[in-house]
């Protein structure tokens, strides 16, 4: 049975910096591409990075970029999301979502992504 469970997500302070950790079993990491999504209050949800199954190509929203990186250790069957200088506007629930199908590329639509993490929250605020 395929499962991703994101853990890592917490209060921080503006500015300050978070960890989130997406573990994944039940199938092989490494021919998946795995994405980071988040949820806000009242707003849509937003596809914010990907990374490919081979770690050789990450994306990013325009949100994000420059302040998240996306990172994976298959050993471990890991995908983690480094935040650093966080905003109040970064707080929502972020999920990791495996790409479908094995073998494909980066994504951020919510529609190319089969299997979803519980999600943990983030919350930014002094």
């Known amino acids: 049975q395929k499962q991703l469970v994101e853990s890592g997500g917490g209060l921080v302070q503006p500015g300050g910096s978070l960890r989130l950790s997406c573990a994944v079993s039940?199938?092989?990491?490494?021919?998946?591409?795995i994405g980071w999504f988040r949820r806000a209050p009242g707003k849509e949800r937003e596809g914010i990075s990907c990374i490919s199954y081979s770690g050789g190509s990450k994306i990013y929203a325009d949100s994000v970029k420059g302040r998240f990186t996306v990172f994976r250790d298959n050993a471990k069957n890991t995908v983690y999301l480094e935040m650093n200088s966080l905003q109040p506007e970064d707080t929502a629930f972020y999920y990791c979502?495996?790409?479908?199908?094995?073998?494909?590329?980066?994504?951020?639509?919510?529609?190319?992504?089969?299997?979803w993490g519980q999600g943990t929250q983030v919350t930014v605020s002094s």
């Open positions: 039940g199938f092989t990491l490494d021919r998946y591409s």
């Open positions: 979502a495996r790409r479908w199908p094995t073998g494909w590329g980066t994504s951020l639509r919510p529609e190319d992504f089969d299997s």
